[in-house]
């Protein structure tokens, strides 16, 4: 045996019995690296005269070619030798039930939401939107509420630092009333609406968040009476609450856009320490409480769109989405509704595919 073949066979040798891929790792730095026993034997080619290279070259690289080849072919064994290693050693059991995938829910003010446009839509109500960034006319002058008005600083509102560019003073609309008054500029009369939305108020307590949501009822039409407004009142709720002993109450109120103006206290009676909607209002153990406000729209605003009010007359109402989420579904505090806590809305949160409807009742759970 030459010395190329001894090295040779000693390193195939030594190639084969290495356990692991550091060990081979460490032979391959040993044969082939930078400093490497065979890189060594390489360079001394450089020294030789033509015709010795000539002979002695083939030899070089056959080992060179012969120690690299062992080396992967043993990098490939032991890799295989590990997958089936961790194969055998674990285990897939099919049986196992998968694990479950978060749902997302539905928040119940998107649910009371689409409850309330399910009810009106069956009373013959449209859903129409608008701007969340008002100007001044439309949230307050086209509502009779003058700039010197006093029902304005009931509103404590959000005004913008600058004007358009127009020059209009703009703000975070306070109610829903502006989308009715852009509906009824832009689709005359009759008309019949209803406005959900976020609105917003510089107020913040217990009860109070500075975002709330609102639905505004608007109906426009010809010899439109208040009788209309109680009937369609009552016809909602009933459907909202699924009751039909809901009782209303009118009693005269002040707005600056309706005329008269009449606050809706709805019946309620005690039941297990809970107050439910339902019942006489006026016997023992039973109450009222102010639900919403409402009335005939004021002459002054159907002008003001246009429309001449010798002709036109109609009702409105604003009621409080939250309100009757949390009447409805039984949340204490309304400040949960907007903290995103996911256990909140795990609890309180309704499926997509609970869609409501008449037939099946406009508040069934999946
Ligand atoms: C409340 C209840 C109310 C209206 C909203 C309205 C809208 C137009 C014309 C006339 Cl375009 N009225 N909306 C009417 C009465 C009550 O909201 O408690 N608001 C302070």
Redesign the pocket.
């Known amino acids: 045996m030459t010395e190329l073949e001894t090295m040779k066979a000693q390193a195939l040798a030594r190639i084969d019995a290495a356990g692991d891929a550091a060990a081979l790792e460490t032979l391959r730095v040993e044969f082939l690296g930078k400093q490497g026993s065979i890189s060594a034997l390489m360079k001394t080619l450089g020294k030789m005269s033509p015709e010795e290279r000539q002979t002695e070259a083939p030899k070089i690289q056959d080992l060179r070619g012969g120690v690299a080849d062992a080396l992967a072919a043993k990098k490939a064994q032991l890799e295989e030798a590990e997958l089936e290693a961790r194969l055998a050693g674990e285990m897939l059991d099919l049986t196992l039930p998968s694990p479950a995938a978060p749902k997302g829910g539905v928040h119940p003010v998107s649910q009371v939401m689409d409850e309330l446009a399910e009810i009106f839509a069956d009373l013959g109500f449209s859903v129409a939107t608008g701007p969340e960034i008002e100007d001044d006319w439309h949230n307050f002058t086209a509502?009779n509420m003058a700039e010197t008005h006093p029902a304005r600083a009931m509103h404590d509102t959000f005004y913008f630092p600058d004007t358009d560019a127009e020059g209009r003073r703009m703000l975070l609309r306070t109610?829903t009333?502006p989308v009715?008054?852009r509906s009824m500029m832009a689709q005359g009369a009759p008309i019949r609406i209803i406005a959900p939305g976020r609105v917003y108020r510089s107020d913040s307590d217990a009860t109070h968040t500075p975002m709330f949501h609102q639905v505004?009822g608007?109906v426009i039409d010809r010899d439109i009476h208040l009788g209309h407004l109680k009937w369609t009142l009552e016809t909602f709720l009933k459907a909202f609450f699924e009751r039909d002993d809901i009782v209303l109450r009118l009693r005269p109120s002040y707005?600056p856009?309706?005329e008269p103006?009449v606050e809706v206290d709805v019946g309620w009676q005690d039941v297990g320490g809970r107050r439910v909607l339902g019942g006489d209002g006026d016997a023992p153990g039973h109450g009222w409480m102010e639900l919403?406000?409402?009335?005939m729209?004021?002459r002054k605003?159907i002008e003001c769109v246009g429309l001449d009010p010798d002709e036109w007359q109609g009702f409105?109402?604003?009621?409080g989405v939250d309100r009757l989420a949390m009447l409805k579904y039984g949340m204490d505090d309304l400040r949960a509704f907007f903290d995103g806590d996911g256990r909140w809305l795990d609890h309180y949160g309704f499926s997509p595919f609970d869609q409501p409807t008449l037939s099946a009742g406009v508040g069934a759970r999946a």
Not at 292 to 295: D, I, P, V
Not at 316 to 319: E, I, N
């Open positions: 509502l109610h009333s009715q008054i505004e608007l707005f856009f309706t103006s919403l406000g409402s009335g729209v004021n605003v409105a109402f604003g009621v």
